[in-house]
């Protein structure tokens, strides 16, 4: 009897590494789908308005009454916008990563859309003292560009992220 527990014990100390091994595994993977959604939403939201990319000036933060470019996308997504009720951020997926236990529910999301990439900006002096100010949101040149990624390294240093050409990976 002393023997089998033993050799359970054993067994059972071999396989808990793989299983927490498979877990990390499962989250990245559910990350990557959430990724993949919001691709899918960005294409989708390209579609409709003439190749533009959502507007956002600043990270997304329900607290700070900011949400774009989630609020742009949610349309395309089949899952509600993150809530902002007394005090307390309920988020799900694919708002929210599988892995953060803390961003999204300040925040309301996990991921961060990277407007400066995609967007250009520019000034220029129109009459003394008045300037016109430009924005072309049009998708990034470069199909490796990030648009949207995890907004810490949580998957074991590593970062999922949505690229320009609708890629998903770190």
Same mark, same amino acid.
């Given at each position: 009897?002393?023997?089998?527990?033993?050799?359970?014990?054993?067994?059972?100390?071999?396989?808990?590494? !793989?299983?927490?091994?498979?877990?990390?595994?499962?989250?990245?993977?559910?990350?990557?789908? $959430?990724?993949?959604?919001?691709?899918?939403?960005?294409?989708?939201?390209?579609?409709?308005?003439?190749?533009?990319?959502?507007?956002?000036?600043?990270?997304?933060?329900?607290?700070?009454?900011?949400?774009?470019?989630?609020?742009?996308?949610?349309?395309?997504?089949?899952?509600?916008?993150?809530?902002?009720?007394?005090?307390?951020?309920?988020?799900?997926?694919?708002?929210?990563?599988?892995?953060?236990?803390?961003?999204?529910?300040?925040?309301?999301?996990?991921?961060?859309?990277?407007?400066?990439?995609?967007?250009?900006? %520019?000034?220029?002096?129109?009459?003394?003292?008045?300037?016109?100010?430009?924005?072309?949101?049009?998708?990034?040149?470069?199909?490796?560009?990030?648009?949207?990624?995890?907004?810490?390294? %949580?998957?074991?240093?590593?970062? $999922? !992220?949505?690229?320009?050409?609708?890629?998903?990976?770190?």
């Amino acid at each position: 009897m002393i023997v089998v527990i033993s050799v359970v014990g054993v067994l059972v100390s071999l396989t808990v590494p !793989a299983l927490a091994g498979v877990l990390r595994s499962s989250r990245r993977a559910a990350c990557a789908a $959430n990724l993949h959604a919001f691709g899918q939403a960005f294409a989708l939201y390209r579609a409709t308005y003439k190749d533009l990319m959502p507007f956002a000036d600043a990270p997304a933060d329900l607290r700070a009454q900011r949400a774009s470019p989630f609020d742009k996308l949610s349309p395309y997504v089949d899952a509600p916008m993150p809530l902002l009720a007394q005090d307390r951020i309920a988020v799900a997926a694919p708002y929210r990563c599988p892995v953060d236990h803390t961003y999204a529910l300040d925040t309301g999301f996990s991921y961060y859309y990277q407007p400066s990439l995609t967007m250009a900006v %520019w000034a220029a002096e129109v009459d003394a003292g008045y300037a016109q100010v430009q924005f072309a949101r049009r998708q990034a040149d470069d199909p490796q560009t990030k648009i949207l990624h995890d907004f810490r390294p %949580w998957h074991d240093g590593h970062i $999922n !992220a949505l690229r320009a050409d609708g890629s998903v990976g770190p």
